[in-house]
């Protein structure tokens, strides 16, 4: 190997390195977003209703 291809691989390997780190931050800012997306659609939901009390309810089946 001569110390061409050592340098061309090294520097390669660098700029893997810088790709995968902004693939990286690029998916933590996206899930950043669809969590935020999340919790504004939880808050949107409406209170749910309590159930009824058993003791309103007439047996129709005897």
């Known amino acids: 190997m001569d ?3 050592i340098a061309s691989a090294a520097t390669s390997m660098s ?4 790709a995968d780190a902004a693939g ?4 933590r800012k996206a899930l950043d977003i ?3 997306n999340a919790a504004q659609l939880l808050q ?4 749910p209703q309590p159930a009824p009390s058993s003791q309103n309810i007439i047996d129709t089946y005897a």
């Open 24 to 27: 990286t931050l690029v998916l």
């Open 44 to 47: 949107a939901l409406p209170t």
């Open 3 to 5: 110390v061409s291809s």
């Open 15 to 18: 700029q893997q390195k810088v």
């Open 34 to 36: 669809q969590a935020s």
